[in-house]
């Protein structure tokens, strides 16, 4: 591991993790990990298992076995509201918007899972478009806005490891670079994130590593830095 080997750093430790749909053999021995306050991608073709396997870390998938070793204490066995209080937070690609409910509406609904989740204030400075359109329901949201919404809500939580399943999936350009900014920008503030992409150049915009996944498995691993040295070989893994 890039640490030598000191796990002192490391706030998720994922070991052969298996995971079944029905009869559906989807993960295959899953192993990854994250160091605490890193923004890792989970690169990899539809269909790899990004999003099975943050499902399978957050408890909302029955059938899995294996290892997930957060903060030191073993998750594999936990109901997904037990695994919540511990800080992790999952926002679905489809996003989850209520849209009967206001943006006020849908930002308060949920409860905080610990204490520490960030304010209202505090959210709308990450956001200024969401103070804007407070009174506004979730349906005639942008799609950026909706992903905003999305991401405000779990701060408001206490959560601090996000996963974040295609953030950008459908979004145009200039809302993908403000999902970008607002990475980098939680990163600094020390949250750690976990993110699933097929789009390795925005990736590239806001991760220190990436696991490439295939078949259930990770097959490879590429330091941010060697992202350009690896475009080639990415490409071939993606599909592109």
Same mark, same amino acid.
């Given at each position: 591991?890039?640490?030598?080997?000191? +796990? =002192?750093?490391?706030?998720?430790?994922?070991?052969?993790? #298996?995971?079944?749909?029905?009869?559906?053999?989807?993960?295959?021995?899953?192993?990854?990990?994250?160091?605490?306050?890193?923004?890792? +991608?989970?690169?990899?073709?539809?269909?790899?298992?990004?999003?099975?396997? *943050?499902?399978?870390?957050?408890? *909302?998938?029955? #059938?899995?076995?294996?290892?997930?070793?957060?903060?030191?204490?073993?998750?594999?066995?936990?109901?997904? #509201?037990?695994?919540?209080?511990?800080?992790?937070?999952?926002?679905?690609?489809?996003?989850?918007?209520?849209?009967?409910?206001?943006?006020?509406?849908?930002?308060?609904?949920?409860?905080?899972?610990?204490?520490?989740?960030?304010?209202?204030?505090?959210?709308?400075?990450?956001?200024?478009?969401?103070?804007?359109?407070?009174? =506004?329901?979730?349906?005639?949201?942008?799609?950026?806005?909706?992903?905003?919404?999305?991401?405000?809500?779990?701060?408001? +939580?206490?959560?601090?490891?996000?996963?974040?399943?295609?953030?950008?999936?459908?979004?145009?350009?200039?809302?993908?670079?403000?999902?970008?900014?607002?990475?980098?920008?939680?990163?600094?503030?020390?949250? +750690?994130?976990?993110?699933?992409?097929? #789009?390795?150049?925005?990736?590239?915009?806001?991760?220190?590593?990436?696991?490439?996944?295939?078949?259930?498995?990770?097959?490879?691993?590429?330091?941010?830095?060697?992202?350009?040295?690896?475009?080639?070989?990415?490409?071939?893994?993606?599909?592109?």
């Amino acid at each position: 591991m890039h640490n030598g080997g000191n +796990t =002192s750093g490391t706030e998720l430790a994922v070991r052969d993790l #298996n995971a079944w749909y029905g009869e559906s053999h989807i993960l295959h021995g899953m192993q990854f990990e994250v160091q605490k306050g890193e923004v890792v +991608t989970l690169l990899g073709r539809n269909g790899a298992g990004k999003t099975t396997t *943050m499902k399978a870390l957050m408890g *909302m998938i029955a #059938n899995r076995k294996g290892s997930v070793l957060f903060e030191g204490e073993e998750l594999i066995h936990l109901p997904s #509201n037990k695994i919540a209080k511990r800080g992790l937070a999952f926002c679905p690609e489809e996003r989850g918007i209520f849209s009967s409910l206001n943006v006020y509406e849908n930002l308060t609904l949920p409860p905080a899972v610990r204490p520490g989740g960030m304010s209202l204030d505090e959210i709308y400075q990450i956001f200024p478009n969401l103070k804007e359109r407070l009174k =506004s329901q979730g349906t005639k949201l942008s799609g950026g806005e909706q992903q905003m919404l999305a991401i405000g809500r779990i701060l408001r +939580t206490g959560a601090n490891f996000l996963l974040l399943d295609e953030p950008t999936e459908g979004l145009a350009p200039v809302i993908v670079q403000q999902i970008g900014a607002m990475i980098r920008l939680l990163k600094s503030k020390g949250y +750690t994130v976990l993110l699933v992409e097929q #789009n390795f150049r925005f990736a590239s915009t806001v991760a220190d590593r990436h696991y490439v996944v295939e078949h259930g498995k990770v097959i490879d691993m590429i330091a941010n830095d060697q992202i350009a040295a690896n475009t080639q070989k990415l490409e071939s893994y993606l599909g592109v």
